[in-house]
């Protein structure tokens, strides 16, 4: 079994920005496999399905994202997974273009503080998925940047690039790793 989490913020005024990212690739990855994400549960909504035959736990967290690391920890814990092969993260990343997917088995924060939570719950050995969103413009507020909107042609990239993560998830629950690494890792 996997546990497949998307990074956000839960509320209307959050949907659809940047640091909501990880959210829509949960959507695409949910509506693509025919899974319903609208229990709440262990600080998350969450929905259970196969993708390719194989069991998942999509989940949202509630929490806010910079407190991520704790309802993945209940999610841990409760379906009893290792963290380390069983645990897909998919989140923004300012240091990538639009749309760029870098997939990793471990690794630092970043400066992401949904990703520092869950490091601090978890360690730093877990799978991700980073969706690149733009880099921040000179002279912006890094928190406005990132909890602003797309314009349209970077929704359209942004739209293509959750088809793109939610294929390298297919590859990655079939423990195809290297795989995903080396067909998702390049510049859109």
Do not use: C, W
């Not at 509506?31 to 319903?36: L, M, Q």
């Not at 240091?95 to 360690?123: D, E, F, T, W, Y």
């Not at 991700?128 to 797309?150: C, M, Q, S, T, W």
């Amino acid at each position: 079994m996997h546990i497949i989490a998307g990074l956000g913020n839960p509320g209307k005024q959050y949907e659809n920005t940047r640091h909501n990212t990880g959210f829509s690739v949960i959507d695409v990855i949910a509506e693509e496999n025919g899974i319903s994400v609208l229990e709440k549960k262990h600080k998350a909504l969450i929905g259970k399905g196969y993708i390719d035959g194989r069991k998942v736990v999509l989940a949202k967290p509630l929490t806010y994202m910079n407190l991520s690391g704790e309802s993945l920890r209940e999610l841990v814990d409760y379906y009893k997974i290792d963290e380390k092969n069983e645990l897909i993260v998919i989140y923004d990343d300012i240091s990538m273009p639009v749309g760029q997917l870098r997939i990793r088995k471990k690794g630092s924060a970043g400066g992401h503080n949904g990703i520092k939570s869950i490091i601090a719950h978890l360690g730093d050995t877990f799978l991700r998925i980073k969706v690149g969103v733009g880099e921040k413009p000179n002279g912006y507020d890094l928190a406005d940047y990132v909890l602003g909107h797309f314009n349209q042609r970077e929704k359209e990239t942004i739209a293509k690039s959750a088809l793109r993560a939610q294929e390298a998830v297919r590859l990655l629950v079939q423990g195809e790793t290297d795989a995903a690494m080396n067909a998702y890792n390049k510049k859109p």
